[in-house]
């Protein structure tokens, strides 16, 4: 099974901050990986796919990277409206398709 | 935006069975992969499965967690997909999600499945 890691597990940031969430893949999954966003209540939401494509609807600050094992999920002006939980999941061919643990973006 | 509904879940006795519908007003949903993911109170979303489409031969795939003790279906005529969960264990408690696509573009509230006796 092909496992996904992310860091940082916490992120602490000032709105209007630059940040970075790492993605990696135990082995190569191309550039199929998607990117979330996850807040209490509310459905979980598709920020990115296919590692780098915008979802329709998502904020142009967010942006994604990375082809093979290392992806990384980038918020150009962090937004109050930003703090959330963020998980990648891979959806390559090999079977079961996997989330990373989540990085959970909080105020600092 | 909700494109999906979920409904059946609640609570349910350990070694029960319960079944999860998911409803879909995406006039495509039968040219869509469905998948199940699930939360867990506290833990991280868990990918559970998915079926393909009828014409990639609606064949299933599912998490080693649940193989075996779940099983999806889909009815495309009504644009329903089915989480068959059996067997259920207090580890399945959780908010269940089904969603559309390789890349899960559609989304539900998700339906709250607590197993406890």
């Known amino acids: 099974d092909i496992q996904v890691t992310q860091s940082p597990s916490t992120l602490s940031a000032y709105v209007g901050d630059r940040v970075t969430i790492t993605c990696r893949a135990s082995q190569s999954i191309s550039n199929l990986l998607a990117w979330y966003q996850l807040k209490p209540g509310k459905a979980p939401k598709l920020l990115i796919f296919d590692a780098s494509k915008l979802e329709s609807g998502a904020p142009s600050r967010f942006s994604g990277s990375g082809s093979g094992t290392e992806f990384t999920l980038t918020i150009s002006s962090l937004q109050t409206d930003d703090f959330a939980t963020y998980y990648c999941q891979q959806y390559s061919s090999y079977c079961p398709w996997t989330f990373g643990p989540g990085t959970r973006v909080e105020i600092k | 935006e909700v494109d999906l509904v979920e409904s059946g879940g609640g609570l349910v006795q350990p070694g029960r069975s319960l079944r999860l519908s998911c409803e879909d007003y995406?006039?495509?949903?039968?040219?869509?992969?469905i998948n199940w993911v699930r939360q867990a109170p506290g833990e991280g979303l868990e990918w559970l499965g998915f079926?393909?489409?009828?014409?990639?031969?609606?064949?299933?795939e599912y998490a080693a967690s649940v193989k075996g003790r779940f099983a999806i279906s889909r009815d495309d005529s009504r644009r329903i997909a089915y989480l068959q969960m059996n067997s259920l264990k207090a580890e399945d408690t959780g908010m269940y999600y089904c969603?559309?696509?390789?890349?899960?573009?559609?989304w539900g509230q998700g339906a709250l499945v607590t197993v406890s006796s």
């Open positions: 969603t559309r696509g390789h890349y899960s573009s559609g």
């Open positions: 995406e006039f495509t949903f039968g040219n869509y992969i």
């Open positions: 079926i393909r489409s009828k014409t990639d031969g609606g064949t299933t």
